[in-house]
């Protein structure tokens, strides 16, 4: 049987270390959270947010706008929380509904308080720092879920540099960031996409896998290979509340070397992040 790799366990050894540097502060860092709409995965994703942030004595304000908010309403919002000078953090909980362009919404967030790293600008930075694995420079923000992953991989001691890493999802938000920063990190990085053909073939190749599809089962006993390290970045809400990874965990935990579980994979260490981001 594969190896847990609990996100859990990861984001308690990190909590400690926030908890002493908000001590430090001397005052309370203050992430602000705007939800637009009422999801359900919404609503839990930030009841998450707000949980861990004053587990470490840290505040979340929560701004919660209705789905039918115009972007203008939206931008201007943001725009009073960048300005707001006792606000260090700034996040916009996704998806958004359809009719905000979700690009032009984070572009509006100052990249210097875009915790969630997703401005063009902390983007840029990250590429930007790519050549022979060097570190991000110190003023770039790493996309909280790629942090998630790495800081997984990292605590279990699973080399990167050297190894094939295949990421199955391109988005610019999540499977984007996630292959940049294992690239920066020295892997050998293919992407794959709803258009890649034979998915299997080349998931196969993979030392370390990693899922970000939002495709529940999308990751089969026929896609992974004996020894390989499965990071499953996948969290679809079912009808009941319940949350899906993109990995047929049951029947690849029983082939691969080591495998992140859904939920208490990627996801409590996403939410770790933004806080490692917003101090
Ligand atoms: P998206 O829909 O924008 O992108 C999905 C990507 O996966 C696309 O590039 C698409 O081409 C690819 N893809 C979809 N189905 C595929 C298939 N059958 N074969 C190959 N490629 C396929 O979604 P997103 O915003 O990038 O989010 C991806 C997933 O990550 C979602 O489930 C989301 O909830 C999850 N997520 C998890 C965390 C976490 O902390 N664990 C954080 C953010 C997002």
């Given at each position: 049987m594969a190896l847990n790799l609990d996100g859990r366990v990861v984001r308690?050894?990190?909590?400690?270390?926030?908890?002493?540097?908000?001590?430090?502060l001397g005052g309370q860092p203050v992430l602000a959270v705007i939800q637009v709409g009422s999801l359900a995965a919404s609503s839990l994703f930030v009841s998450q947010k707000v949980k861990f942030g004053e587990a470490i004595g840290g505040k979340v304000n929560l701004i919660n706008l209705s789905a039918q908010v115009t972007f203008a309403e939206l931008q201007n919002q943001i725009l009073k929380l960048n300005q707001d000078s006792s606000v260090r953090g700034i996040i916009v909980?996704?998806?958004?509904?359809?009719?905000?362009?979700?690009?032009?919404?984070?572009?509006?967030?100052?990249?210097?308080?875009?915790?969630?790293?997703?401005?063009?600008?902390?983007?840029?930075?990250?590429?930007t720092n790519l050549p022979a694995g060097r570190q991000v420079r110190g003023d770039a923000i790493i996309p909280a879920t790629a942090c998630g992953v790495l800081s997984i991989l990292d605590f279990y001691k699973i080399p990167i540099e050297g190894k094939r890493a295949v990421v199955v999802g391109r988005s610019n938000l999540v499977g984007g960031p996630i292959a940049l920063t294992l690239l920066g990190r020295g892997a050998t990085i293919t992407i794959c996409h709803r258009k890649t053909l034979n998915l299997a073939e080349v998931t196969k190749g993979a030392e370390?896998?990693?899922?970000?599809?939002?495709?529940p089962g999308l990751i089969t006993k026929n896609h992974v290979s004996p020894g390989q390290t499965v990071i499953d970045v996948g969290l679809t809400p079912g009808l009941d509340g319940a949350l899906f990874g993109d990995v047929a965990h049951a029947e690849v935990a029983k082939i691969v070397g080591?495998?992140?579980?859904?939920?208490?994979?990627?996801?409590?260490?996403?939410?770790?992040?933004?806080?490692?981001?917003?101090?």
């Open positions: 308690d050894r990190f909590k400690g270390e926030l908890i002493e540097r908000v001590k430090k909980q996704l998806p958004l509904p359809p009719h905000l362009d979700v690009f032009d919404v984070i572009e509006t967030i100052d990249p210097k308080k875009d915790v969630d790293g997703l401005t063009a600008i902390n983007l840029k930075k990250l590429w370390i896998l990693v899922s970000a599809a939002g495709h080591a495998i992140t579980p859904v939920p208490g994979g990627v996801g409590p260490m996403t939410v770790c992040s933004l806080f490692l981001n917003l101090l």
